[in-house]
């Protein structure tokens, strides 16, 4: 039963590593679209094709945060719930 509680921590942790996801896909989305302005700001408007390379760059950027977050809650949820359920059939273990 011990690996059962490792591999929940386990998960637990990895679930509260992808919450942060989104946060990271916002500091890289701001990094990129700063790229695309200073993009802009050089040429002007003269290549709207460069700006939209940066800014398609940056949407798939903010959709894989997004994702992050949603694997991150399923498995910090699940873990959570197995490593409850592996402490509940320990403490009824222990009292058998």
Known sequence: MKTRRTLCVIGIVIGALLLTSPLVSLWVTDF??????EELGN?????????????????????GGLIGLIA???????????????CRIDERRKKS
Do not use: C, K, Q
């Open 32 to 37: 990129g679209m700063r790229h695309a302005f």
């Open 43 to 63: 040429d002007g408007i003269a290549e709207p094709n460069r700006l939209a390379g940066h800014i398609g760059t940056v949407l798939w950027i903010s959709a």
């Open 72 to 86: 991150g809650v399923v498995i910090l949820t699940a873990s959570f719930v197995w490593y409850i359920r592996a």
